[in-house]
């Protein structure tokens, strides 16, 4: 045996048990807090101890050297294995390739000492690179060591990247292990020139490490000795958080150290003086009676942990844990010398009669609680909120805004030159502007400068060559009168008095060297130096589309007249919080009566204030009274409309929620503002900040905390990166756990000193934020405001004295006290559930009318930001979740999420369908996977709908507002997103990304998971990461197979779809914009798929998406054959011929009529099945408009003007405008119906015993006749007109029949496939069910079927495939469909069904589907009968038909109803 096998085979199967026991209860007694000795000690535990010997006090390890012969493969563990008591050993030598060969050498470590490891490979000529890492246990994840050899780097957070260093033809590379802890090192070989990856026979290769040899045998070193050691080298590993298998293998590295030194010749009591003084212990716990050591270390652990609970579990520091561990040794041996016996000790600590002293401790943190709260049980239907949100057309007309003086001066020079405007912006300074125009002429930049201030004015400039340097300008390029300075010219403004009607100070520069790229400056007026919020100004030369500000147009989706107001007045609300709120007081009334698009505006406006793109405060002195007494004012206002517009109360919540109480809004949200604004008043918008910025986007811990003060001491240590190192590993942050992040920290600060101060302002700023969400300080703050305070009050509240809220539910007090005292827990699962029962006992309240809404709601508004911050903190614990786990987080986060907003019937059924998850899992149900999936995938969808209604909402507002005043185009491009990813909705996706690979490895689930499903053609292109190619043009339509995407990527400009093995969020950046630009995204879980893909780089692929798969097939040929037009058109297909129909005679005919010459393949098929399908299966009667009938009523003399009119625009679509397509379908409808027409289909219809709309009155036939227009007016929509000019059809020889028949009102409708589409398997039936009607099957609406496959040989044993996710169902009264039943469907060679309009006569309900209370889903015998039918239908109508079939049906009251066939294409 091996000695590293040896090792682990003894280690696992002794050493583990008995440690994990005996930590266990260490933990709990003596180091509550960190990792190492992670608590987790119960009354099991106790126990445990109690009847478990600890046997690993010996180590005897066997060690036995392998040979090493060269590149194989080994079986087992492929490893080198080395003889411990040597120096240096060739460990291994491998034959690379031709004369190419590896050898590595590893030199044994003495005690204390580290591994080193030397890798060398001869007769190479490439840029060879290690990509390797530390390996513990062959199954873990890899370790990356933290001490690394130069020019490493940290690759993709998962492996380390180290260049070899060249001699000629040789490359060698030292490696030096100093962490026992790990085993071996794992390692391929790439060279970087050549693009190739050297393996051991396809593996990676693996050297073990030796471990020290001759440890003496037979020794045991005392228990507390080695807990001792192994807290030393947890804290000079900086605390990091170990996993249990770790705290093993820590545990037992400490053992060996101390066995090493007493290997060397330390006593016992040498080490033990040593470690208590290592650890500053006192005097006592230095001469301890040697007699103590006859008490059991386990006992002495299990009454540590009893002294522990009695004093409260209080979070005692290292020194207090040792005295506590000997204190409890001490009450023992008491004990011993009182005559009793061990075993007695044994039998009186189970029963709790050992006498202790302890005090209770005050218990401010409780990290080791194991407090529940008891929830209600609650329908969560009684959270249902339906409101109809509309926006209301503007009541009152505005005038356009009169333009400023320096405005109208603008515009004059724009008219005035013939130039182009490269640039135009404008600044706000104070209650004046300053302007900027930008003009090009040839090879000449012109720059004109014009503001209103009163007093003369300086511009103090220079020139860049690279954005934001400093430049002198050249002497011929200064105006008159400038005056050059070092790296600077001022020049002053000159009064322009051209027009009589205003006067402005101007300034105009001209630039001949292209060389330069902008120009900062600033300016000087009255003694003072004007700034951009701080900041030089700064204006570009350049034209840079991606940051051009956008073109707001007319206001289009805005309460328009609202958003120019509030632009008019921002130079009043600059002056201070007091005028901002004021003003909006007086257009809150305003906003009311412009609906969700009025409340939009002002939520925009307040949010610009919120994140600092707008001045706070101008030169203006205002008492805080006078801002509260606004504030009051404003969130008084909003208060009253909360309660009497329950449609508005999402928007009104954001807005109070921006304006806050103190002016501060929702610290939680702050947390993302205030890092932007950092970045950008500092600029520091890369490196380290710019990681830092998207893991605190991702989600915010309490480590930011430690980082945030980690960068105010490096900085306050004149940037010494020693000082930020420090400061992270004292509180237990290493290198590894920055990278550990979701969003990982790679970088060190890199800052500039002219940074410092700005830096050391806004850092101190945000720490204050930063504190306030991970220390509670905002919940506790907004609770005590409804509790109250005592009269005397308490710190900063002396003499104040706060009324409680009256009329709250029982119990209340109680649950708020225990959400403060779990405010800080490390395990979050118990505090999620306090915040959100006590959500839910606020809930009815806060739709009543009470004198203190308003300080309820702003309770409310803190639990969620509560509840978003500590779901985003107990990402960690999930880590090693179980499914379950993870499933109720997410119930948790959905139930959140669900009580913040107006509509949320779809988010209450995704909510009820998860618990329905949770409880099939528990039960045992095969399928939980499988329906778990089918909720997930729901619940995606909710949220990318709300994150779209976001979008519409408020982006077209945020977007007009920002272009008026002069907004950071940065910050408004990303507003909604911005307010998407900061709200619930982006923590809840964040733990659906968790659980959907677990769901799909379960369920054997598909390859693709669909997050922009959008048909493209285009070149494929594959890149590493989509991040390296973001800002490329493509010149041609390229489809861009991505390996890496994290989520905050832009989409190249020319790419039509972006497909990859990473799983992006689907709220994350490079989701909306895939969907915002019409881009295909997708993400493969199929390495197969990938690899085919990534083969056919190069190539021109056609994408299909459905809303679960990709299809995709090569093009032949080049791109020009998918113009615009033929991409919709979808394909390449031959021509086929029609045969026009003639009118013959007849209006109406009855099913018994249906012949070729009169109506299409659809209604013979159905005319066909009646009589000859089994009694069961039932056929809907039917009678029909046969072809020729809409030529004949358009050659009426009743609409002769309507065929001249479609005369016209078929001329005009002949031509090519493909834009009389719509003005056609219009056109139709305006034909009126021959009264012999009417007759016919009257007759027809009554005497086939369906039932005539027109017997309920002359508007019910209006509506029917309009359906019927509808279908023929459907010859002309888009895709199927392009469709039938691709296969090169006569468009004109294309005729429509209408099958007319009466609706089944189904509870479920079904499309059976009798050969599986997959597959192409003919024994087997591959068929799709939803509830309601079949437009949403057969439709564009998002979201999977129910699907099933069946035998054909045992069709009562249906086989699930996949559980619907479809959110909506169709459902309708009563009524009379009328069918597209055309000459050109299910022609040979071309698929034309399904290409035209099927209309009901009257309009369907949108009914949202739960799916958690459908018999179809939640009865196993139920689903199986309805399933069991359908394929016996399917099989039956085959059968008859003699040949595969694609059928369409309906489920009535269990019920089969086929509505119509055809050959299966």
């Not at 400009?1053 to 295909?1080: E, F, I, Q, W, Y």
Request: glycine letters at 6%; charged letters at 25%.
């Amino acid at each position: 045996m091996s000695n590293s096998l040896g090792h682990n085979l003894f280690h696992h199967s002794l050493l583990a048990p008995a440690v994990l026991e005996h930590q266990s209860i260490i933990n709990s007694s003596c180091i509550p807090g960190n990792a190492l000795f992670q608590a987790q000690a119960t009354s099991q535990a106790r126990k445990s101890a109690l009847t478990t010997k600890f046997r690993g006090g010996t180590l005897n390890l066997r060690k036995t050297k392998l040979p090493m012969g060269t590149h194989r493969v080994v079986s087992a563990f492929p490893q080198a294995v080395l003889a411990a008591n040597t120096t240096s050993e060739l460990a291994a030598k491998f034959n690379l390739e031709g004369n190419t060969e590896l050898q590595i050498d590893v030199s044994a470590p003495t005690a204390g000492s580290t591994s080193l490891v030397h890798i060398q490979v001869t007769n190479s000529n490439g840029t060879l690179i290690l990509h390797w890492g530390g390996v513990r246990d062959r199954k873990e994840k890899w370790m990356l060591p933290a001490r690394r050899p130069g020019g490493t780097r940290v690759h993709k957070d998962r492996a380390l990247r180290t260049p070899f260093v060249k001699s000629g033809t040789k490359y060698s590379l030292k490696i030096e292990i100093d962490d026992p802890t790990i085993q071996a090192i794992e390692f391929l070989i790439y060279d970087e020139e050549q693009n190739k990856w050297f393996k051991n026979n396809g593996e990676n290769f693996y050297i073990g490490l030796p471990v020290i040899d001759k440890l003496t045998p037979n020794i045991s070193v005392p228990e507390d000795l080695v807990q001792t050691q192994a807290y030393l080298r947890w804290e000079r590993k900086g605390k990091q958080m170990y996993t249990p298998q770790q705290e093993t293998e820590e545990y037992e590295a400490a053992r060996r150290e101390l066995l090493a030194e007493i290997a060397r010749g330390t006593s016992i009591q040498d080490l033990r003086a040593r470690l208590t003084n290592k650890n500053n212990t006192t005097e006592s716990k230095k001469q301890l009676p040697s007699e103590m050591s006859e008490i059991p270390d386990d006992l002495v652990q299990v009454q540590a942990y009893i002294r522990w609970e009695k004093a409260g579990k209080p979070n005692y520091s290292p020194d207090q844990q040792l005295i506590e561990f000997e204190e409890a040794r001490k009450e023992l041996q008491t004990e011993l010398e009182n005559g009793t016996s061990i075993n007695e000790i044994r039998k009186k600590i189970t029963k709790g009669e050992i006498k202790t002293k302890v005090a209770k401790q005050l218990e401010r943190k409780k990290y080791f609680s194991v407090e529940r709260i008891r929830r209600k049980q609650r329908d969560f239907i009684q959270l249902l909120n339906k409101y109809a949100v509309g926006s209301v057309a503007e009541k009152t007309s505005v005038e356009p805004l009169a333009l400023s003086k320096v405005e109208q001066f603008v515009k004059e020079k724009e008219e005035q030159s013939g130039s182009s405007v490269v640039k135009k912006k404008i600044f706000r300074l104070a209650d004046k502007e300053l302007m900027v125009l930008v003009m090009k002429a040839a090879h000449k930049i012109k720059i004109h400068l014009a503001t209103d201030l009163m007093e003369p004015v300086i511009l103090h400039w220079a020139l860049s060559k690279r954005p934001g340097e400093w430049l002198q300008p050249p002497p011929s390029l200064l105006p008159p009168g400038s005056k050059s300075l070092d790296k600077a010219v001022e020049t002053q403004f000159a009064s322009s008095s051209d027009n009589p009607s205003y006067t402005v100070q101007c300034l105009e520069i001209e630039i001949e060297d292209d060389s330069f790229v902008g120009m900062p400056f600033v300016l000087l007026s009255g003694g003072k130096w004007l700034k951009k919020n701080g900041s030089d100004f700064y204006v570009d030369f350049g034209i840079e589309p991606q940051q051009a500000p956008k073109d707001a147009g007319d206001g289009r989706g805005t309460a328009k007249a609202l958003l120019d107001k509030i632009a008019g007045l921002e130079s009043e609300a600059q002056k201070s919080f007091m005028h901002r709120f004021n003003i909006a007081s007086d257009l809150v009334n305003e906003a009311r009566d412009a609906g969700e698009l009025g409340f939009a505006a002002i939520l925009v406006w307040m949010r610009f204030m919120a994140t600092r793109q707008l001045i706070w405060n101008k030169n203006y002195n205002v008492k805080p009274r006078e801002i509260s007494k606004a504030q009051d004012r404003l969130t008084d206002l909003l208060q009253n409309i909360y309660r009497t517009h329950p449609q508005h109360r999402e928007l009104l919540r954001m807005i109070l929620s921006t304006v806050g109480r103190g002016g501060e809004g929702d610290v939680g949200q702050r947390i993302r503002d205030e890092i932007l604004v950092i970045q950008r008043n500092n600029d520091c918008k890369g490196g380290m900040m710019e990681e830092w910025h998207q893991k605190l986007h991702n989600n915010t811990s309490p480590d930011d905390v430690v980082i945030c003060q980690a960068l105010i001491d490096y900085i306050e240590n004149d940037f010494d990166i020693s000082a930020y190192w420090k400061t992270l590993n004292e509180n237990g942050i290493t290198k590894e756990r920055l990278l550990s992040y979701d969003r990982g920290i790679h970088s060190e600060p890199n800052l500039r000193r002219d940074q410092k101060d700005g830096l050391l302002r806004d850092l101190g700023n945000y720490m204050r934020t930063l504190k306030a969400v991970h220390s509670g300080a905002d919940l506790e703050s907004a609770i005590s405001n409804c509790m109250g305070y005592r009269s005397e009050g308490q710190g900063f509240m002396v003499g104040v004295q706060i009324n409680p809220v009256s009329g709250l539910p029982s119990g209340f007090q109680e649950l708020l006290q225990f959400v403060l005292k779990h405010i800080e827990d490390k395990n979050v699962e118990a505090l999620l559930e306090g915040l959100l029962e006590a959500r839910e006992e606020l809930r009815p309240l806060l739709s009543k009318s009470h004198d203190r809404l308003r300080d309820l709601l702003f309770l409310d508004i803190a639990l969620d930001s509560t509840v978003r911050t500590t779901i985003e903190r107990g990402y960690e614990e999930l880590n090693n979740a179980k499914p379950e786990k993870i499933m109720y987080f997410i119930t948790l986060a959905l139930e959140n999420l669900a009580l913040s907003s107006d509509d949320n019937e779809d988010l209450i059924y995704c909510l009820k369908g998860w618990n329905q998850g949770q409880n099939m899992l528990k039960n045992g149900d095969g399928h939980w996977a499988l329906y778990a999936k089918s909720v997930l995938d729901r619940t995606r969808l909710a949220l990318a709908s709300k994150a779209e209604q976001y979008h519409h909402l408020l982006q077209p507002s945020a977007e007009y507002l920002g272009s008026q005043l002069g907004v950071d185009q940065q910050a408004v491009n990303i507003f909604t997103e911005e307010i998407i990813r900061a709200g619930s909705a982006a923590s809840l996706s964040s733990l659906l990304n968790r659980l959907d690979p677990i769901l799909r490895e379960t369920a054997h689930l598909g390859s693709w998971q669909v997050i922009s499903p959008v048909e493209a053609v285009g070149y494929v292109v594959v890149v590493d990461e989509l991040l390296a190619v973001q800002n490329k043009s493509y010149g041609q339509p390229t489809i861009l197979v991505a390996k890496t995407v994290k989520g905050e990527e832009e989409i190249p400009d020319g790419t039509v779809a972006v497909l990859t093995p990473d799983m992006p969020d689907v709220l994350s950046h490079v989701s909306v914009r895939a969907r915002n630009s019409k881009v295909c995204f997708a993400t493969c879980f199929d390495s197969n798929i990938l690899d085919d893909l990534q083969a056919n780089e190069g190539k021109l692929l056609h994408l299909k998406p459905t809303s679960a798969d990709i299809v995709y097939s090569k093009v032949e040929g080049d791109i020009s054959r998918t113009s615009s037009t033929n991409l919709k058109e979808g394909g390449f297909l031959p021509s086929v011929k029609l045969v026009k129909k003639q009118f013959a005679g007849r209006y109406a005919i009855s099913s018994e009529e249906f012949t070729s010459e009169m109506v299409g393949a659809k209604s013979r098929n159905i005319a066909y099945l009646k009589g000859k399908v089994p009694s069961w299966v039932g056929i809907p009667t039917s009678v029909a408009l046969p072809f020729g009938v809409f030529e004949k009523v358009l050659s009426d003399a009743l609409n002769q003007g309507v065929h001249q009119k479609l005369q016209f625009l078929k001329k005009k679509l002949g031509k090519g405008d493909f834009s009389a397509l719509r003005q056609i379908r219009e056109t139709v409808l305006e034909l009126a119906a021959p009264s012999q027409l009417v007759q016919e289909l009257k007759n027809k219809m009554q005497s086939s015993g369906m039932p005539w709309p027109g017997d309920e009155g002359q508007q019910r036939w209006e509506q029917a006749w309009m359906a019927i227009k509808k279908v023929w007016a459907s010859k002309w929509n888009e895709r199927a007109y392009f469709s039938t000019r691709k296969v090169k059809l006569d468009h004109d020889y294309l005729c429509m029949a209408v099958l007319v028949q009466e609706i089944i009102n189904a509870d479920y409708a079904f499309v059976i496939h009798t050969t599986n589409p997959s597959s192409g398997d003919s024994t087997e039936i591959y068929a799709e069910v939803v509830k309601g009607l079949g437009e949403t099957l057969v439709g564009a609406y998002p979201g999977r079927a129910l699907s099933f496959v069946c035998k054909k040989n045992d069709l009562n044993n249906p086989q699930m495939l996949g559980y619907p996710s479809k959110p909506i169902g169709l459902f309708i009264k009563r009524s009379i469909i009328f069918r597209s039943d055309s000459n050109g469907e299910d022609l040979e060679g071309y698929a034309g069904a399904g290409l035209y309009d099927s209309v009901p006569m009257d309009e369907e309900e949108r009914v949202v589907v739960d799916y958690s209370s459908d018999q179809l889903i939640i009865d196993q015998k139920f689903r199986q009968t309805i399933l069991s039918s359908i394929a016996r239908a399917g099989s039956a109508i085959e059968e008859l038909y003699g040949s595969p079939q694609d059928i369409e049906g309906v489920v009535r009251d269990g019920k089969i109803y086929v509505v119509q066939t055809r050959p299966q294409m």
